[in-house]
């Protein structure tokens, strides 16, 4: 896929870019494979096919590394949404989304590992992040406060109670359904049973219309903001790719 910049590329900083997506594969595949604590930048310098000294011509740390990796992620994650949203208005209901986040979750083995299969991975990420990329963090609570009032102006959920609590409770909902997996896996029902659930949750705990004239008006809106929040995901993956 080519994002924003990649075409005005000379030849070797296309062959720079080429060289850290080989990076961020192997790391990725590693991730998957290993877990974050047992993977040395060595490992993936080894899995990549060039020298340890290379990965942090591109990479400073590891935890920028794997950062990145989890940035890549979450812009697939965002790109379907976004997809989603054009082909479908309806895809801007709270239930809906949640639902394909849950499900989005489970298809892509990297998001997953992070979300369901080590929660010191994720703290210790979590910790990195705010000093590394804290400004696209920012930016990601603040375009989900943004579609969430924008469903309130549509009258899509309710206007009660504030839009920080209301915020807090739907991250605690769905950080619930997926920390919960690791800790029961004995018990969680298949994937398609529990997305079900989610979108039942989130439904009866914050909709109160499906309205299709108000989910027509509110989509393209909704698209800008996760859009914006896309531009700036794909910056800061290349800013870090090219420290």
């Known amino acids: 896929m080519t994002y924003a910049g990649l075409g005005a590329m000379s030849p070797a900083e296309g062959e720079r870019d080429r060289r850290a997506e080989r990076i961020l594969d192997a790391a990725g595949e590693l991730l998957v494979a290993w877990g974050y604590p047992r993977i040395t930048v060595g490992d993936v310098a080894r899995r990549a096919g060039i020298g340890k000294g290379t990965v942090y011509l591109h990479f400073t740390t590891k935890e920028v590394l794997f950062l990145t990796v989890l940035m890549r992620a979450q812009r697939r994650m965002i790109e379907r949404f976004v997809r989603d949203l054009r082909a479908d208005p309806a895809a801007a209901l709270l239930s809906r989304i949640s639902a394909s986040v849950y499900l989005w979750v489970h298809e892509d083995p ?15 990420l979590s ?33 009660e109670p504030s839009p920080a609590v209301q915020r807090h409770a739907y991250v605690a909902v769905m950080t619930g359904f997926f920390l919960i997996e690791p800790m029961r896996p004995s ?13 039942h949750v989130v439904r009866s705990a914050f909709e109160i219309s499906d309205d299709p004239e108000a989910t027509a008006a ?17 910056e800061e993956i290349s800013r870090q790719k090219r420290t």
């Not at 018990?187 to 979108?199: I, K, L, Q, R, T």
């Not at 509110?218 to 896309?230: E, F, K, N």
Request: hydrophobic fraction near 45%; charge should be negative.
């Open 127 to 159: 910790r990195s992040a705010a000093d590394t990329i804290g400004d696209v963090v920012e930016a990601r609570e603040r375009t989900l406060e943004a579609y969430l009032r924008l469903l309130r102006e549509h009258g899509l959920i309710s206007a």
């Open 110 to 124: 990297i998001v997953r590992v992070m979300f369901t299969g080590d929660i010191e991975t994720l703290g210790t």
């Open 187 to 199: 018990g969680v029902p298949s994937v398609e049973d529990n997305a079900g659930m989610v979108a």
């Open 218 to 234: 509110a989509a393209p809106r909704v698209v800008d903001l996760y859009q914006s929040l896309l531009d700036r995901l794909n």
